[in-house]
């Protein structure tokens, strides 16, 4: 009995050897560029461009003087190919819309409108979504500013794309929340093939495993803090890395801080539709702008 528990502690060991052996990842800073941006809405001229206004005083983080606007009318497009005209021919950095554009839909939140779906996929743009204008269900702080900005994921990591866009409309002085939830229910699963594994102790290998799972993101975030502030960058960065149910997490968190602006990617290298958490949270998170990668 005594080898037995020697022999498990000692193959835990060795997980944890490997684990350990790979590098740390650095954040890399690469100040984000946005010199044009294109709004996009269903409305008439007048209210577009009241729109466009709310949004220019939004999004002053990542503005000035020479940033090149466009705001679309609802009569400039009525199908899809032409609304994909259209930015094609803007060619914008970033795309600012809101969900169920075009559509009727706004009052059953179940979807973001066939438009908003295609947009965020078919195009390599960034996209803010905003609450839809008639809905009233925006926050009483949306659109006013993006203080307090969170850049979401299951894996942060090596992710500098999603740090670099979310520091990007952050305002000065303003706070960063980094946040990496592992999925409980995926962990639980990866820990109950261990548990049938002989000469493994379970124990030790969930405590162990669940340690490395917090530690890398929590490295991570650490290095984003040390390179920013040898940059000069001011603005806080708050690291949330925890394990739990992910969508009802992230819901807390949002409430929470009162968070302004939500960065999350939505794009996946090996299908059409959107990637992993991505489509449930835009669809159940409607109070407050989203920035879609």
């Keep these: 009995m005594q080898r037995t528990e020697g022999t498990a502690v000692g193959k835990v060991d060795q997980f944890e050897s490997v684990f350990r052996a790979a590098s740390k990842s650095v954040f890399e800073f690469a100040p984000v560029q946005v ?5 996009v809405t269903d409305l008439g001229e007048y209210e577009a461009d009241r729109l466009g206004g709310e949004v220019k005083s939004f999004l002053r983080v990542v503005a000035d003087d020479e940033t090149a606007w466009r705001v679309v009318h609802g009569n400039e497009f009525g199908t899809m190919p032409e609304l994909l005209a259209l930015v094609e021919e803007a060619r914008p950095d970033l795309i600012v819309t809101y969900r169920h554009l075009h559509s009727t839909s706004w009052q059953w939140p179940y979807t973001l ?7 965020t996929q078919v195009t390599t743009t960034p996209v803010i979504v905003l609450p839809h ?15 307090t900005v969170m850049a979401l994921t299951d894996h942060l990591v090596g992710d500098h794309r999603l740090v670099n866009w979310a520091l990007r409309f952050t305002e000065p002085d303003g706070r960063l929340f980094l946040t990496n939830v592992q999925s409980e229910a995926t962990f ?10 002989p000469g493994i102790e379970t124990d ?18 650490a ?6 502030e040898e940059a000069g960058v001011r603005i806080g960065i708050e690291s949330v890395v925890t394990v739990g149910h992910r969508l009802s997490e992230y819901a807390a968190l949002i409430e929470e801080h009162e968070i302004d602006l939500l960065v999350f990617n939505t794009k996946d290298d090996d299908q059409l539709a959107m990637h992993g958490l991505a489509y449930p949270l835009a669809i159940e998170l409607r109070q407050i702008p989203l920035l879609m990668l």
Excluded at 133 to 147: D, E, F
Excluded at 205 to 214: D, G, K, N, S, T
Excluded at 223 to 228: F, M, R
């Design 35 to 39: 010199g044009s941006i294109l709004v």
């Design 113 to 119: 409108g066939e438009y908003v779906d295609v947009l």
């Design 133 to 147: 204008p008639q809905a009233q269900r925006a926050s009483k702080h949306a659109l006013q500013h993006t203080y």
């Design 188 to 197: 639980e699963q990866f820990m109950g093939i261990i548990s049938r594994l």
């Design 204 to 221: 030790a290998a969930r405590e162990q495993i669940m340690a490395q799972l917090l530690r890398e993101p929590t490295d991570y975030i």
């Design 223 to 228: 290095s984003c803090k040390e390179v920013l």
